[in-house]
C-alpha cells in the first residue's frame, strides 16, 4: 500500500483497547511508514494507555461524543458512565498532547442536542478534521 498511495489506518471495534495487542498493532504499522490512528469511546483512556499509545507512534485519535450531556450520552450508547469516560479520555488526550477529534452520530433520538455537543466540542477546541 505505501508504495502507491499514503493510507491511515484507523484501529477500531467495538472498543480497540480490549485487545491486548492493540499498541503492537499501532507500533507494526508505524513502522511501515503507515498512518495509525484509533477510534475509541473513551472508558479505558488512562494515563498509561496514552503514554503506550504515544510510544506505539498513533497519529490520532477519534473519540466518540453523541451528547453534550450524561444523560444523553449514555442513553444513546446504552451505557451507563459513557461520557464520563469520554470527557476523562479527552482530557487526558489534550495532557499527553495526542491529537484527537471528535465522532458524533445524530439520529432522531438526540439530533435536537447537536448545537450543544458542538458547542461541548469547540470548548475542547476540536473542530472536524481528518487522522493526517
Known amino acids: 500500500m505505501k508504495s502507491f498511495a499514503d493510507p491511515v489506518v484507523v484501529v477500531s471495534g467495538g472498543e480497540p483497547l480490549l485487545r491486548e495487542d492493540v499498541f503492537d498493532i499501532i507500533k507494526y504499522g508505524t513502522g511501515l511508514g503507515l498512518r495509525m490512528c484509533m477510534a475509541t469511546n473513551g472508558s479505558l483512556v488512562t494515563d498509561e494507555v496514552c503514554g503506550r499509545l504515544k510510544e506505539a507512534g498513533i497519529k ?5 461524543l453523541d451528547g453534550s450531556t450524561a444523560e444523553v450520552h449514555d442513553n444513546f ?4 458512565g459513557a461520557f464520563d ?3 476523562r479520555a479527552a482530557g487526558l488526550f489534550r495532557k499527553h498532547g495526542i491529537p ?3 465522532n458524533s452520530s445524530f439520529t432522531k433520538r438526540n439530533r435536537r ?3 450543544r455537543s458542538t ?3 469547540k470548548s475542547w477546541g476540536r473542530r472536524p478534521g481528518t487522522c493526517s
Open 119 to 121: 458547542s461541548l466540542r
Open 100 to 102: 484527537f477529534l471528535i
Open 60 to 64: 490520532m485519535v477519534s473519540l466518540s
Open 113 to 115: 442536542r447537536y448545537p
Open 85 to 87: 469516560g469520554a470527557v
Open 77 to 80: 450508547r446504552d451505557q451507563e
